[in-house]
């Protein structure tokens, strides 16, 4: 309905300086100082591929995770501010308020992509243009529960401990998706990794591997997460507007 | 001026609330925040909300937009329920709290309430009647506090609502900028517009309003004219030094209800202060150190409660 608001909401953010301190510095910065000096090793920890591939897409999850979830962060500061009453008292929908607050992540995300290819191309990594796509496309595909995940949070958690709430959940969810080192093997640790979102969007890297990226319990994992997030946000988002 | 309606808005009714009720839980047990409240607006006029701090005021507001579910009784706004008409774009609203999202310029802000309404005010236009058309292009977050309501009004105004409701505006402002906000309200009034403004202050209520809605402890405990409002709760407060006071004759001066006696002050409590003056000169030239205060708003709110149990079975 209205493109104004979403021009204008994705002018905020890219005017806000922690959106390129978290999604696009961080995301660099740890990106040449983990894979600059593994710059030549092919085979990453086992996993089959370079440690400048594999860690590029290590740290689009985490950036991307961060840019989409900072959606949930927005709407628990437009609560407390009591700007989401305002917006009640205008027709726009709930609907199209969370179609913009998703797509606003979704663009940070998109930004922390572009960013980290970029510094990719500069270690030496080099794919076919339709392992890029694939990735690409795997990637935008896996960050759906976190969208969703996002709405939920933004209405159950307070602004004042949103931060630590949010830093804490992509620090885990990083970590045990294997942002930092590869997971292989079958032990307890692969085992649960393998359940979370997080998990992957970092396994988005084995496009080049031949065969899915993701295979049958990939694509069971995230729309799992996905149907999840999106109960619990719906679940959420009623409990807070049925409030006195 | 607002008493000629155009037949059009006529036909879709103004604005009803029928046996509204609301009861909030609190630790200390159920909060009957409103009573069981009735009250009809016509299009075009201008209602004043005024009560003391807990009166129902902005609980009776939520409801009016479809912010909080009454437990009881309907909201009707122009023959809509409060979402069907926030829907069609014929409500904007002032709220009691609430700041404004950052890094976004005035101009932008207000932009982007704009073009979530079928039919805006150029957003120009709403700035112009907010006063702010000057700090269009300054960024939210370094905007005063004066600055920030008034801004905050063009947010309200720049639907173009058929009803404008202001939950205490001028909260919060100093003298120049209550004054500002004034009269930006005024001349959006001048559009014909419907009007329920919440307020603590009775000069705002006689000054800015058509009707006076009285609010205490939940209940509506009058309604009329801003003028028989004021003479129910705007009585005022001389106090004065006399030696030797006669209490019969301070008593039997126009406009004076009570007289108190403290040594050589005396106090009068006057429905009138104006003429008690003037007679109170002329009886007794040796009065000296006047001074005339309003009397507290809040003490002749609770005075008005007690005196009428009839609104508090309501």
Known sequence: MSSTYLRLELLRMFRNRRFFIFSLGFPIVLYYLIAGPNKGNDDLGGSGISAPVYYMIGLVAFGAMTAVLSAGARISAERSTGWNRQLRITPLTTREYFRTKVLTGYAAACATIVVMYVAGATLGVSLPALDWIEMTGLILVGLVPFAAGAIAMGHLVPVDSIGPAMGGTTAILAFLGGTWFPITGDGVFATVAKLLPSYWLVQASHVGLGGAAWGRTGWLVVAAWTVGMTALAFRAYRRDTNRV | ?314
């Open chain 2, 1 to 314: 001026m607002r008493t000629e309606v155009a037949p059009a808005r006529e036909a879709v009714g103004g604005i009803r609330l029928a046996a509204l009720a609301k009861t909030f839980q609190s630790p200390q047990g159920p909060v009957r925040a409103v009573r069981g409240i009735d009250l009809d607006i016509a299009p075009g006029e201008t209602v004043a909300l005024l009560g003391p701090n807990g009166a129902g005021k902005s609980t009776t507001i939520e409801m009016l937009l479809g912010l909080t579910r009454p437990d009881a009784g309907t909201v009707s706004v122009f023959g809509l329920p409060p979402e069907g008409a926030v829907d069609a774009g014929t409500v904007g609203a002032m709220l009691q709290t609430g700041s404004l999202i950052r890094d976004l310029s005035v101009r932008e802000l207000v932009t982007m309430i704009a073009s979530l309404y079928p039919e805006p005010l150029e957003v120009d236009d709403a700035l112009e009647l907010a006063g702010i058309a000057s700090l269009a292009g300054r960024r939210t977050q370094k905007l005063s506090g004066g600055e920030t309501q008034r801004t905050r009004f063009a947010v309200a105004i720049v639907a173009d609502p058929e009803l404008l409701v202001l939950d205490e505006p001028t909260v919060a402002m100093d003298v120049e900028s209550r004054r500002a906000f004034w009269t930006a309200m005024r001349a959006f009034v001048a559009r014909e517009k419907t009007v329920v403004f919440a307020t603590h202050y009775l000069e705002e209520a006689d000054a800015y309003a058509d009707r006076v809605v009285l609010m205490a402890t939940g209940a509506i405990v009058a309604d009329g004219p801003p003028t028989e409002i004021k003479a129910m709760v705007g009585s005022r407060r001389i106090r004065a030094t006399l030696p030797g006071a006669d209490r019969a004759l301070l008593a039997a001066l126009p406009g004076v209800t009570e007289v108190d006696l403290r040594g050589e002050a005396i106090v009068l409590i006057c429905s009138d202060s104006d003429a008690a003056l003037r007679a109170l000169l002329d009886a007794s030239p040796a009065v000296r150190d006047i001074e005339v205060t309003g009397a507290g708003l809040e003490e002749a709110f609770v005075q008005l409660t007690h005196e009428e149990p009839a609104a508090e079975a309501a």
